[in-house]
């Protein structure tokens, strides 16, 4: 079936952590959805979505796919050098209603040490948010903090060989948030243009140490794990090479500044949805296999 190409939901970024369950949730709600991507013969998305081919770096790439686009996901994965002229197209390229804007940035704004830190990307989001409300658009600003999905990317590939994390910082606590509740709130946004001027720190449901998320993945995969606590030297080694460096010092002092608080906790998904945000116990369980499989 050939969806309309009036009151299309655009998603750019369809493909990374967020954007493509933004897709699904979507979907689900009907909707009629344009996933943005710069390699569509490599997109993999479901059918129904009209996939087209466009780049942020080429902010006159993006004209088709704006084409009777009244919202957009924004997420913005490029250099800054054109993030006036993209924005400038999503305000005034016309749509056949006002047009909303849900944009994923990042908690830069939120009190609490762990946010606080040096952030290369906080100019950048701030910036972009700048750029956005100088606009007409119905601008609506998603802020998770901590990815639940961090858990894979850092701790997957050591306990897939063993049942040791070797990490830094085991008491230092967070509030992941599971990147399929993100997309909700997403959707949400842009479905429903009561959301329009909307701003939420979006955060899982409670402020869990680093130990204690290696252990809710071990209750997940029945095992009993060991966090093997590096120090900020010792992590530096051992990510050398492989992590840019500028990432291994944001997280070090992130997770120096949070010892000996809580994490920052807000009731945001379940305000807008009408339901609790996943625990990381959950997310863990669904996400076994990733940490008990081959490699």
């Given at each position: 079936m050939t969806r309309s190409r009036q009151n299309v939901v655009l998603v750019t970024g369809a493909t990374g952590r967020v954007g493509r369950l933004v897709v699904d949730e979507l979907l689900r709600a009907g909707a009629s959805v344009r996933a943005?991507?710069?390699?569509?013969?490599?997109?993999?998305?479901?059918?129904?979505?009209?996939?087209?081919?466009?780049?942020?770096?080429?902010?006159a790439s993006l004209d088709p796919a704006l084409e009777g686009a009244v919202a957009v996901f924004l997420v913005w994965t490029a250099a800054p050098a054109t993030a006036p002229a993209v924005v400038a197209r999503l305000a005034t390229h016309p749509s056949p209603q006002p047009r909303r804007v849900v944009y994923l940035s990042s908690p830069h704004q939120t009190p609490h040490p762990f946010f606080q830190q040096p952030n290369p990307m906080r100019g950048l989001h701030a910036e972009i948010e700048r750029l956005l409300a100088a606009t007409s658009l119905g601008v609506t600003v998603i802020r998770p903090?901590?990815?639940?999905?961090?858990?894979?990317?850092?701790?997957?590939?050591?306990?897939?060989?063993?049942?040791?994390?070797?990490?830094?910082?085991?008491?230092?606590?967070?509030?992941?948030?599971?990147?399929?509740?993100?997309?909700a709130v997403a959707a949400r946004a842009l479905l429903d243009g009561r959301h329009a001027g909307g701003d939420y720190v979006l955060?899982?449901?409670?402020?869990?140490?680093?130990?204690?998320?290696?252990?809710?993945?071990?209750?997940?995969?029945g095992r009993s794990l060991r966090f093997d606590e590096l120090s900020p030297d010792e992590f530096r080694r051992e990510t050398a090479g492989t992590w840019p460096g500028g990432v291994a010092e944001m997280l070090l002092a992130a997770w120096q500044a949070a010892l000996g608080r809580p994490a920052f906790v807000t009731s945001a998904v379940q305000e807008i949805l009408g339901s609790p945000p996943r625990t990381f116990h959950r997310w863990a369980a669904d996400h076994a296999a990733a940490f008990a499989g081959p490699a």
């Open positions: 943005l991507t710069r390699r569509p013969e490599h997109a993999a998305l479901p059918a129904g979505v009209e996939v087209v081919a466009g780049d942020l770096t080429v902010p903090g901590m990815f639940a999905s961090n858990a894979r990317h850092w701790w997957a590939p050591q306990l897939r060989d063993g049942d040791v994390v070797r990490w830094p910082y085991a008491a230092a606590e967070t509030a992941p948030v599971d990147e399929r509740d993100i997309a955060t899982g449901p409670e402020s869990l140490s680093q130990a204690a998320q290696i252990g809710a993945i071990g209750d997940a995969i």
